[in-house]
């Protein structure tokens, strides 16, 4: 859910993706997605509406022998957000770099900003840092990295294992060079959905989905944030996952948020076209 999902919600989005394939090592992918938004204070009865739009470009092709290149651009007018990555890299069995303006070991936890999980996100997936010029290696299943943000030095590392994905980042920030970064680490089940984050200015966040009964189609989430210890989201609710003829992903749910003491429901429509 986006950053602000907190604001329980009637939601529509709509996403189509484009795949392309011209040769075997190239690949395109084409995105556009659409978020309608609104909710009802249950106190005043007062309905916010919020609209967003984002469309971008992934191109991925093999340049010679093991050397690819992958570059994504997308456009979320709402927000005056430009997403740009253009990055190269090489991998082998167990061992890969890349170097460039590109999406960052900790930025890849959550999901990519050109997808329906990346456009709607929980708080606790909006927090780590997104992508920004470096290089970034990896061996077997952690990656590491040296980055360059706002012309701060920024270093990242991430382990992988099965179930369980966590990451560190630290950057300086000021004048005196005080260290600053976070930690966000997440669980991924068949039927459980769990991700943290901690930042050094002293904020938290969780993002939760569990599906309680194994033969259920309805999950129970919740969206909780913590700044400055102060609880700033605290969204509750249902979600059933949609069984729709075409569709990759669709979504209705239900709940309360109790920082607004709002009530509504989402409606989260995907679309998938292969070529």
């Known amino acids: 859910m986006k950053a602000k999902v907190s604001l329980l919600i ?10 392309v394939k011209s040769q075997d090592s190239t690949r395109i992918n084409v995105y556009t997605g659409v978020v309608g938004s609104g909710f009802i204070q249950t106190e005043s009865g007062y309905l916010t509406k919020l609209a967003n739009v984002r469309v971008g470009v992934r191109y991925k092709e093999k340049i010679f022998g093991r050397i690819i290149y992958d570059g994504r651009i997308g456009f979320d007018p709402g927000e005056n957000n430009v997403i740009f990555y253009s990055a190269f890299k090489t991998e082998w069995k167990n ?4 170097a ?25 997936e909006a927090m780590p840092p997104s992508g920004t010029m470096g290089t970034t290696v990896n061996y077997k299943n952690i990656k590491v990295g ?7 030095a ?8 099965k179930i369980l994905t966590v990451g560190l980042w630290t950057n300086t920030v000021d004048s005196i060079k005080r260290i600053v ?3 966000t680490s997440k669980i991924e089940l068949p ?16 993002a939760l989905s569990i599906r309680p009964i194994k033969e259920s189609e309805y999950n129970a989430i919740w ?24 569709l990759t992903d669709a979504r209705f749910g239900m709940g309360y948020d109790f920082i607004t003491n709002s009530i509504g429901a989402f409606l989260l429509i995907g679309f998938n076209y292969k070529e």
């Open 223 to 246: 969206d909780l944030a913590i700044k400055d210890k102060k609880v700033t989201s605290n969204l509750v609710g249902v979600m059933k996952f949609l069984k729709v003829k075409n």
């Open 10 to 19: 009637i939601a529509f989005l709509s996403i189509i993706s484009l795949q």
């Open 181 to 183: 970064g976070g930690v």
């Open 146 to 152: 040296f980055y360059v943000r706002n012309k701060k």
């Open 154 to 161: 920024e270093y990242q590392i991430v382990y992988r294992h």
């Open 95 to 98: 061992f890969g770099i890349s």
């Open 191 to 206: 039927y459980l959905y769990a991700m943290t984050s901690f930042t050094a200015n002293n904020q938290q966040a969780l």
């Open 100 to 124: 460039g303006y590109q999406p960052t070991p900790v930025s890849e936890i959550r999901p990519t900003p050109l997808s329906v999980d990346g456009q709607f996100q929980f708080t606790a």
